[in-house]
């Protein structure tokens, strides 16, 4: 970027939209503070922060600094399709990412399937297409995931109660490229050919996506910023 983006934490419920969101959320998002463009991430308890939280929203970052990027769904920005799509695909790397500097995110992969396993365990399928393929993304992310024995539990669940998704997740599941994860530079299918891509084709999830590089919109908020600070100086 050119100069140094400083991390800096807040409450999300102090902010305006994420604060009425319903359930857990933590997040991290560039923002321009008294003149310059840093990295704020919105946590959503203060109190006994996991480490492996604080790492996996400022990793997510890191890699789009390094060309990992995401798609967008234009008709319907940020909806829970497009967000789902997008961790599947990056979670793998942010994983890595995570080990090779010393945090061990498996505990927090494990948690989330044990949740989902006990939730749709007790939860019936419904009628609405959409979240079978939100369900079948979410699905996917944790069997690539998580450990061999909430695996092995999870697919139980999906394939006894959760039939019509089942059968999209099996799709899903037959697209994850081949690759190594902790040396990703040395595939280049991932980057020029994203799964993200294929999956949207393959299950026929219409028009409206595109491509984004975030990296380039932080680019022009650090110029914007900074010109604006060289022009007060100026005057």
């Not at 995570?98 to 989902?116: C, H, T, V, W």
């Not at 007790?122 to 979240?131: F, L």
Request: net charge positive; glycine share 6%.
């Amino acid at each position: 970027m050119g100069v140094p983006i400083e991390v800096m934490v807040g409450n999300r419920r102090e902010h305006q939209q994420l604060g009425s969101f319903r359930g857990e959320l933590n997040t991290a998002y560039p923002h321009v503070v008294e003149g310059k463009v840093v990295l704020a991430l919105w946590l959503d308890s203060f109190s006994n922060v996991n480490p492996i939280v604080i790492t996996h929203e400022i990793g997510h970052w890191v890699l789009k600094l390094q060309g990992v990027r995401g798609f967008i769904y234009q008709p319907q920005p940020h909806s829970n399709v497009e967000i789902l799509l997008n961790s599947f695909a990056h979670h793998p790397l942010l994983y890595a990412l995570q080990r090779s500097l010393g945090y061990e995110p498996q505990p927090e992969i494990d948690s989330r399937a044990l949740n989902d396993i006990t939730v749709f365990s007790e939860r019936k399928e419904t009628r609405d297409t959409r979240s079978w393929i939100a369900n079948a993304l979410l699905f996917a992310d944790d069997l690539t995931n998580c450990s061999d024995t909430y695996r092995r539990r999870l697919k139980a669940v999906v394939k006894k109660k959760h039939p019509n998704t089942a059968k999209l997740l099996n799709r899903i599941l037959q697209l994850v490229p081949h690759y190594n994860p902790i040396h990703p530079d040395k595939n280049f299918r991932f980057y020029r050919r994203p799964i993200q891509r294929r999956i949207i084709q393959e299950l026929r999830l219409g028009a409206g996506w595109r491509e984004m590089d975030e990296v380039d919109s932080l680019k022009a908020m650090v110029d914007t910023a900074t010109r604006g600070v060289q022009d007060a100086q100026i005057s």
